[in-house]
């Protein structure tokens, strides 16, 4: 097919310069040739069209076309808990998320999860998810299916802990390592699947559990481990008593990320934990509204940037406040913004970049994240309901600047009309019907 289309799409790091200095690349009438699922050519349309006279042409220049978004942290069990207000993260832990969490354990009621959860990712325009699964391997399987069928390109696993969480939610490390190895023989690297292997958090997971899990990744080639780190004080406190050493250190001793990792939120890092994370190349993944919604803190992006850590977009549903990385990007620019001097102020280049192919990189998927030639054709077209705030907003914006901060500012799954992944088209929402004010 030849897509017609406005895109917008950052191949270019804009932290560090990028095209036109700024790093967002725009296209005011682009054609992209998509073969096979990926960009075959891309240029002015009518050039690529000219020379393509018998592609199929699909017209989207009634909105805006961007990469599809990865996110790279998201749990599984959690979309139904979305919203728990109020709370700092060992007591949400404790009156919110585990109890959803064990109910898990029916896989009547983990098949219902895995529909509602994948489908909010794509509905969101995500197209890649670096997923925190359930305490329970069938659930896990359930995932992988539901998205394997959704068409999502998804990296998950079997979520483990054998100390600290209710009785329910703990697993032994034996058993961690054989129902591991057992999802991952049946999804790793089928079709779009990979396997993450992700003890909870350093404080819920032994040490003999913590060597098993690295046991796992070792096995499994390719594996990712994904994990929490630093995310609040009182929980940095109680893993530097139960672990004797940094927070970062409680994985890295294990060998844990000497292969591709990737750690969600780290708020409160040191110097030498920012340091240790950039010479094992472990990507953080940055979950702006789960920050501000348990109060963990203000993320230190300019330190993670000095110390060359990479970071990406998470939204951390349930703790987050949904789906759509626009309004994780939105809060990832207040948190700069709150953080005064110390922040790094956030250009709608940066909160793309951010969402799109700073998480592939974090995710090591070198052909998604931006729609350049060669690329898998994983893409979002954002089109608002005629007359909304978010539509007028994008007719009168001065530029494509102007247009993508519109977007991060009013933007939602709402507004997200189709996704594709590899080509090949997962929503296709009828258009909407006009509205006054959003
Ligand atoms: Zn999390």
């Not at 190895?181 to 913590?210: I, K, N």
């Not at 591709?260 to 030498?272: E, K």
């Amino acid at each position: 097919m030849l897509v017609r289309a406005r895109v917008l799409d950052t191949p270019d790091d804009p932290f560090t310069g990028g095209v036109d200095g700024t790093g967002l690349r725009s296209d005011e009438d682009a054609g992209l040739l998509v073969l096979d699922g990926v960009v075959a050519a891309r240029g002015p349309f009518a050039q690529v069209r000219a020379a393509h006279p018998d592609a199929e042409v699909v017209d989207l220049r009634d909105g805006l076309l961007l990469p599809g978004f990865v996110d790279t942290h998201v749990h599984f069990p959690q979309v139904r808990v979305i919203g728990g207000l109020g709370m700092p993260l060992l007591e949400w832990l404790e009156r919110c998320a585990l109890p959803e969490e064990a109910r898990l354990v029916d896989p009547s009621y983990a098949a219902g999860v895995a529909a509602d959860f994948v489908s909010g990712l794509v509905q969101a325009g995500t197209t890649s998810a670096l997923v925190f699964g359930a305490h329970f391997a069938p659930a896990v399987d359930l995932l992988f299916a539901e998205a394997a069928v959704a068409g999502l390109r998804v990296t998950a696993g079997l979520v483990v802990s054998d100390r600290l969480l209710r009785e329910d939610l703990r697993t032994t490390p034996q058993t961690a390592y054989d129902e591991g190895l057992g999802l991952a023989q049946r999804w790793h690297g089928v079709d779009r699947a990979r396997y993450a292997v992700t003890p909870r958090f350093s404080l819920s997971c032994g040490e003999p559990l913590m060597d098993a899990c690295a046991a796992l990744a070792r096995e499994v080639d390719g594996a990712f481990v994904t994990s929490h780190v630093n995310e609040n004080p009182a929980e940095v406190a109680a893993v530097a008593e139960a672990c004797g050493t940094s927070y970062v250190e409680s994985y890295d001793r294990h060998g844990l990320l000497d292969g591709p990792a990737v750690l969600a939120h780290d708020v409160h890092p040191t110097d030498d934990e920012l340091a240790l994370l950039a010479a094992r190349g472990t990507a953080v993944a940055h979950c702006p509204t789960s920050n501000a919604a348990l109060g963990s803190g203000l993320f230190p992006l300019a330190q993670h940037l000095a110390a060359g850590v990479g970071v990406a977009l998470g939204s951390d549903v349930g703790a987050g406040t949904g789906f759509s990385l626009l309004k994780e990007g939105l809060q990832a620019s207040f948190a700069q913004q709150l953080l005064g001097d110390a922040g790094h102020p956030l250009t709608p280049a940066h909160l793309l970049h951010l969402a799109t192919t700073a998480g592939a990189a974090a995710l090591r998927l070198p052909d998604v994240g931006h729609l350049g030639v060669g690329m898998r054709f994983d893409a979002q077209h954002l089109r608002p309901a005629a007359g909304s705030t978010l539509d007028v907003g994008l007719r009168h914006a001065a530029s494509p600047d102007a247009a993508l901060a519109t977007v991060f500012a009013l933007g939602t799954s709402a507004d997200v009309r189709s996704v594709w992944v590899d080509g090949e088209q997962v929503l296709d929402r009828p258009a909407p019907a006009s509205s006054g004010v959003d």
